[in-house]
C-alpha cells in the first residue's frame, strides 16, 4: 500500500508543472542539462588570458633589450681587441713602444651607436727589474646606453722600445 501511495505521489509530482521532476526525463528539475558558459566564467578566462600575454610580451621586450646590450658589448670588446691588436703590430714593427707614444683616441660609428675609444701607453712602475722592458698599453671604450655610460677597458704589456743613445 506504501508503495502505491509513493507511486501515485511521483505521478503527480511528475506530472504537475510546477513538480520536482523534470516530466519528461523523470530527472530532478533544479538539475540544468545545458553545459553553456556563463557570462563570468568568460570573463574570468579572458582576465586569465589577458594576464598571460602581458607577462609573454614583456617577457619578449626584456629579451629584445638584453639582446641589444649584449650586441654592444660585443662590439666594444671587438673594437677594442683591433685597437689592441693594432698596437701590438706597432710594437712588433717598432721593435718595442715609447710610453706616450701611440696613445690615441677617436669615435667610431657601429650601426647607429658611436663608440669612443682611446689608447693609452704609459711606464710600469712595479716590479723595479721591468721598467725598462715592458709598457703597459691600455684601450678603453665607452658609449652611451638608455642614458647611461657603458664601459670596456682592455690592457696588456708589451716590449719597451729601446731608448736611443744621443750620438757623439
Known amino acids: 500500500m506504501i508503495s502505491r501511495i509513493g507511486n501515485s505521489l511521483v505521478s503527480q509530482l511528475a506530472s504537475s508543472p510546477v513538480g520536482l521532476f523534470n516530466r519528461h526525463t523523470g530527472t ?13 566564467e568568460l570573463l574570468i578566462s579572458v582576465a586569465i588570458l589577458g594576464f598571460g600575454l602581458v607577462i609573454v610580451i ?9 639582446l641589444n646590450i649584449s650586441q654592444n658589448y660585443v662590439e666594444a670588446v671587438r673594437l677594442a681587441r683591433d685597437k689592441l691588436t693594432g ?3 706597432a710594437s712588433y714593427e717598432n721593435n ?15 650601426g647607429s651607436r658611436d663608440f669612443n675609444w682611446a689608447t693609452e701607453v704609459r711606464e710600469i712602475s712595479d716590479p723595479d727589474y721591468l721598467t725598462e722592458k715592458l709598457v703597459e698599453v691600455c ?25 736611443e743613445t744621443p750620438k757623439q
Do not use: M
Not at 530532478?28 to 563570468?40: G, M
Open 28 to 40: 530532478p528539475a533544479h538539475r540544468q542539462t545545458n553545459r553553456a558558459f556563463t557570462l563570468i
Open 58 to 66: 614583456q617577457s619578449y621586450i626584456t629579451s629584445a633589450s638584453a
Open 87 to 89: 698596437l701590438e703590430l
Open 96 to 110: 718595442g713602444l715609447l710610453p706616450g707614444a701611440e696613445s690615441n683616441s677617436g669615435v667610431e660609428k657601429i
Open 139 to 163: 684601450v678603453k671604450l665607452n658609449w652611451k646606453e638608455a642614458g647611461k655610460s657603458k664601459d670596456v677597458l682592455l690592457s696588456t704589456y708589451l716590449a719597451h722600445a729601446p731608448e
